[in-house]
């Protein structure tokens, strides 16, 4: 995902909160640029602190299968300097069939710290790790068994 085609994303014309957040070009020059994105991230259900460099995307990948079948997700993360964009992709089946999932979602440095974590690890303690608060942009999915019976 190169960020320029991610913000000309045709979701992300229509969006009003995401227009509101890149402002127009006399606002980017304006607006201070944060030097580096640094938000927490889930990772196999445990929290990982990552840093994004103006300009930088990041890409994490996990692959695994069980009795039932199989999933794959894919997260990729861009920053601008003053948004920062996170996509999503999914695809896997189970005893139900395939279902596939894809959203876009972004923050603003105010946001990265907005919500406590909520997962529990009685080996761990978590709690003053903090997430960012994602806006959506869009997201779709599919589930393929249920288009196939008509629904």
């Known amino acids: 995902m190169k960020i320029e ?81 996170e996509t999503v992709d999914f695809d896997g089946s189970d005893c139900d069939g395939r279902t596939s999932s894809h959203g876009k979602y972004f923050t603003t440095p105010d946001k990265f710290q907005a919500n406590a974590h909520v997962a529990y690890d009685e080996r761990n303690d978590y709690s003053g790790i903090r997430f960012p608060e994602w806006q959506k942009l869009s997201r779709r999915q599919r589930d393929y068994a249920a288009e196939a019976a008509g629904y």
């Open 5 to 85: 085609t991610w913000i000309d994303d045709e979701f992300a014309r229509e969006n009003e909160a995401f227009q509101r957040a890149m402002g127009n070009d006399a606002d980017m020059l304006a607006r201070e640029q944060v030097a580096n994105a640094r938000i927490w991230v889930d990772v196999n259900g445990s929290p990982v602190k990552i840093t994004l460099h103006p300009g930088q995307e990041l890409n994490w990948a996990h692959y695994g299968r069980d009795e039932e079948g199989h999933s794959h997700t894919h997260y990729q993360w861009a920053w601008t300097g003053t948004i920062l964009c």
